[in-house]
């Protein structure tokens, strides 16, 4: 499956974004997504998951209450709203899928990675 992940750029603190991951190539239902972040100089890290029905979702603490994460199977798209923006949220943010059933934290268990889209929070 390919993915292609936008709607990143800069905002202000406390401000919104809402980030895309369009999936191609295969049947984007059948596999759960995650959103992950790298910010400069820092490992990749986890920020959330979702699992392929959408019912159940999984966030890391640091986005817990600011970011939602949804999936519209029909578009083959995953979201990830960002509000309440911070400048800690900087980083590069990159959707993956997962062939698998229950919800991934792990970035070595995702299949797929879209190229990334930069979210730049100025203080």
């Known amino acids: 499956v390919q993915l292609q992940a936008s709607g990143g750029g800069l905002m202000q603190a406390g401000g919104s974004l809402r980030l895309s991951c369009a999936a191609s190539?295969?049947?984007?239902?059948?596999?759960?997504a995650g959103w992950f972040r790298q910010a400069p100089g820092k490992e990749r890290e986890f920020v959330s998951t979702i699992i392929r029905s959408g019912s159940i979702t999984y966030y890391a603490d640091s986005v817990k209450g600011r970011f939602t994460i949804s999936r519209d199977n029909a578009k083959n798209t995953v979201y990830l709203q960002m509000n309440s923006l911070k400048p800690e949220d900087t980083a590069v943010y990159y959707c993956?899928?997962?062939?698998?059933?229950?919800?991934?934290?792990?970035?070595?268990?995702?299949?797929?990675w879209g190229q990334g889209t930069l979210v730049t929070v100025s203080s």
């Open positions: 190539g295969r049947t984007f239902s059948n596999y759960v």
């Open positions: 993956a899928a997962a062939l698998r059933s229950l919800p991934q934290l792990v970035a070595g268990a995702y299949d797929y």
